[in-house]
Nanobody, 125 residues
Framework: QVQLVESGGGQVQAGGSLRLSCAVS????????TGWFRQAPGKERDFVAA????????QFADSVKGRFTISRNNAESTVFLQMNSLKPEDTAVYYC??????????????????WGKGTLVTVSS
């Protein structure tokens, strides 16, 4: 069983930055594509970013392109989401996910194999 634990959420003012981390355990980390989704209050869970096994292929939602970056440290079984130039509309619970599917397919997927419990990001104006 794969377990994902997010950390790094919090409250920040608009224009600020946060770095989310997701620690993955329970299976060979390098087998999985990993990424992030988010869910704002009263809205559906939306794709944010994904990164391939070796880190060479990434995919981002249009709403975060140029502001967010995703990376992974396979030696430490951790994936990161660096969020810059944050906006109030980025406020959401951010979920880490892992799956075998390629990053390019995550935009239209919601049934990822494994999920974390989420970390709350609040951006104030």
């Amino acid at each position: 069983q794969v377990q994902l634990v997010e950390s790094g959420g919090g409250q920040v003012q608009a224009g600020g930055s946060l770095r989310l981390s997701c620690a993955v355990s329970g299976h060979t980390f390098t087998r999985y594509v990993t990424g992030w989704f988010r869910q704002a209050p009263g809205k559906e869970r939306d794709f944010v970013a994904a990164i391939s096994y070796g880190g060479s292929h990434t995919q981002f939602a249009d709403s975060v392109k140029g502001r967010f970056t995703i990376s992974r440290n396979n030696a430490e079984s951790t994936v990161f989401l660096q969020m810059n130039s944050l906006k109030p509309e980025d406020t959401a619970v951010y979920y880490c996910a892992a799956d075998f599917r390629e990053p390019g397919t995550w935009q239209d997927s919601r049934d990822m194999m494994y999920w974390g419990k989420g970390t709350l990001v609040t951006v104030s104006s």
